[in-house]
């Protein structure tokens, strides 16, 4: 391998693919692009066709100066080697659609694409390519042809360049419409673990294996140790090739070689995942979101398919979650158990195919690949409803709260969204600024809601309470919580600082303060007046008056309220609302989803005055239900 260097920060690595019927060109236009033949193997010089993935590259430039590395992925077009298609088309960023002038839409052209949409590529453009092998009156008839059939897909509104490799024409204006779709692709973001998944390994004279593939996200750097799952093989980066140059560093998306030391490349196969060590793990059961393409059967319950993704292929049984089978052209949730482990992480995609007749019947969206062991069928459903539109820091909240005062630790974090550790730190850090998650200063220590550490405080000030005298020595203490050593210790430290414990070896209760069945009925009686009020509650002195409390009596409980969820807070220091309310109300509005709401319509809807709609509608913003309209008056219902 030669001498590693660093490519230019001002060239951006893209990767587009080919896709299209058999003999309609992708080969040839792809040797016309870049001088590379991608047709490697003997058998495809034989046959004349492509049969397994080939890879090219050339850099162009945009029209604003910017640098792009295009890799281009050229796929077989035959419908038996769609396997190997599958295996290309999932790490591509946008799609060079190849539609032959003399023949126009065939029947790989629209599985080619519905695959494309399934995998939820969104760019692209279309090549009419032979267009040297029609008269002009054919040429238009097949681009009306195209463009109708273009009409419900995602290429709708793509440039469709007619070129010729035979004559050269428009060779160069489909490197122009190449350098723009570049540069309408997004820049990848840095949040995700890196992930190579291999589409070929083999043995190099001198540096022994290597493999090939695109890498998903992240960056790979000489010299790191990594895992390749399943299986858990340790291997070093010993060297990096991008497009035939070393490197000492190679950063997502881009077609890379990996040099690998501790695997021989019999062991390597497609399926398998390369990921930093102590990252992410294999899993063999995933929750999903599917969507099934019209005009095929309904998928029942236990149905066999093979799901692809990335480069893998794997036999899967899906279980559904509710009684009715999942509908031609519908979207449904289901769990796939899987005949072997696979790494896959939340929000990537895969295609469904049918074992026999073979055939592409849907694809669908990874939610979920940790289930806990043992969940109820209506638990997990109503778990996959709230992560499925979740963002980002609401689905790490879900998965904090979800393990209630056992936490989660950061490690567990990564394996379950496949975020790195400085993403999740990073989005963490917002949750814990809100106060809606709290972190220990420990490094060790796992991430809990505010509601478990309030949670777990309520418990230990029970159970000190419950002790004679009021006195319980620490060991016992722990004993008695079920916490772990992390959790037990922070949450003690927390009480002891605001006075509700004192001690360090034996813990008691300080004199003054009220027992915790005397704050249980205080919190239970205030806890019913907001509940009863509704969406109007009273101002906190009118529920004080009527309860006979002090307003510090008042507003301790209230503080205790708001740590257990229970109450939320309504604008100004004084107005609360029972979470139950809150609920209530979402569950009203969600039949009303992607309307608008101005205030004069929110408060004909609720029957409230300004006093309570206004911070009503603040709250239900804040907690996304409803979402602001710029440049509007009102807010738009997106539960």
Not at 284 to 304: G, K, M, N, Y
Not at 426 to 436: C, P, Q, T
Not at 465 to 483: I, M, P, Q, V, Y
Request: net charge positive; glycine share 10%; aromatic share 4%.
């Amino acid at each position: 391998m030669k001498a590693a260097s660093s490519p230019p920060d001002a060239v951006r690595s893209v990767i587009i693919g080919t896709a299209g019927h058999i003999d309609h060109g992708k080969t040839a236009l792809v040797r016309a692009l870049t001088g590379t033949d991608t047709d490697r193997l003997p058998e495809e010089k034989k046959r004349g066709i492509t049969i397994d993935l080939g890879f090219a590259a050339m850099r162009l430039s945009g029209a604003t100066g910017a640098q792009f590395e295009v890799s281009l992925i050229d796929v077989p077009g035959h419908h038996a080697f769609i396997r190997n298609m599958l295996a290309g088309a999932g790490g591509i960023e946008a799609v060079m659609l190849v539609i032959a002038a003399d023949e126009g839409v065939m029947a790989q052209t629209r599985e080619h694409l519905d695959i494309c949409s399934l995998l939820g590529i969104e760019r692209g453009l279309v090549v009419l390519s032979k267009s040297d092998a029609v008269d002009a009156g054919r040429r238009e008839s097949t681009l009306g042809e195209v463009r109708s059939w273009l009409r419900s897909t995602f290429l709708r509104d793509a440039t469709v360049v007619p070129v010729s490799v035979v004559t050269g024409q428009g060779i160069e204006a489909l490197r122009c419409e190449l350098a723009r779709l570049a540069g309408r692709i997004p820049a990848p973001g840095q949040e995700f673990v890196p992930r190579l998944p291999p589409d070929r390994s083999f043995a190099m004279r001198g540096f022994g294996t290597v493999v090939t593939g695109t890498l998903q996200c992240g960056a790979v750097e000489a010299g790191s140790m990594m895992s390749l799952l399943p299986g858990d093989t340790r291997v070093r980066v010993r060297g990096i090739q991008v497009h035939g140059s070393a490197v000492s560093r190679a950063s997502a998306p881009c077609r890379v070689a990996l040099n690998l030391s501790g695997v021989e490349h019999r062991e390597v196969w497609r399926g398998q995942m390369l990921v930093p060590e102590h990252t992410l793990s294999a899993t063999q059961t995933l929750d999903a979101e599917i969507h099934l393409l019209p005009h095929v059967r309904p998928l029942r319950h236990r149905a066999s398919v093979r799901l692809h993704a990335f480069a893998g292929d794997v036999a899967a049984t899906v279980l559904l979650y509710r009684a009715e089978t999942t509908p031609a052209g519908g979207t449904g949730l289901v769990r796939l158990q899987l005949e072997t482990p696979q790494v896959l992480v939340p929000g990537d995609r895969f295609v469904l195919r049918q074992p026999s007749p073979p055939a592409t019947i849907g694809g669908g969206r990874v939610l979920e690949i940790a289930a806990p062991r043992g969940q109820r069928k209506a638990d997990a459903l109503a778990w996959l409803l709230q992560i499925r539109a979740a963002d980002v820091e609401q689905q790490l909240t879900l998965r904090i709260g979800r393990r209630g005062t056992a936490g989660i630790s950061m490690r567990d974090l990564v394996r379950e969204t496949g975020l790195t550790a400085d993403a999740v730190h990073r989005f963490v850090g917002a949750l814990v600024r809100r106060g809606e998650v709290i972190a220990a200063r420990e490094a060790e220590c796992p991430y809990l809601s505010a509601q478990a550490i309030a949670q777990a405080e309520a418990a230990l000030l029970r159970a000190v309470a419950a002790a004679k005298n009021h006195t319980l020595a620490r060991a016992e203490l722990h004993s008695r919580s079920g916490l772990g050593e992390c959790v037990f210790a922070f949450v003690v430290q927390r009480l002891i600082a605001a006075g509700k414990l004192s001690g360090a070896e034996v813990l008691s209760l300080p004199e003054s303060s009220g027992t915790p069945e005397v704050e249980a009925k205080r919190m239970a009686v205030v806890e019913r007046e907001y509940r009863l009020a509704g969406v109007a509650p009273p101002l906190l002195r009118e529920v004080a008056e009527r309860l006979k409390l002090t307003e510090k009596q008042m507003r301790a409980t209230v503080t205790l309220l708001l740590r257990t969820r229970r109450l939320l807070r309504l604008g100004s220091d004084d107005l609360f609302i029972h979470c139950e309310a809150v609920a209530g109300l979402s569950e009203k509005l969600r039949a009303f989803r992607g309307e608008q709401f101005d205030v004069a319509r929110f408060k004909s809807f609720t029957g409230l005055t300004r006093k309570h709609a206004i911070p009503l509608l603040e709250l239900l913003d804040r907690t996304h239900i409803t979402r602001t309209q710029p440049g509007t008056a009102g807010v738009r219902v997106v539960v």
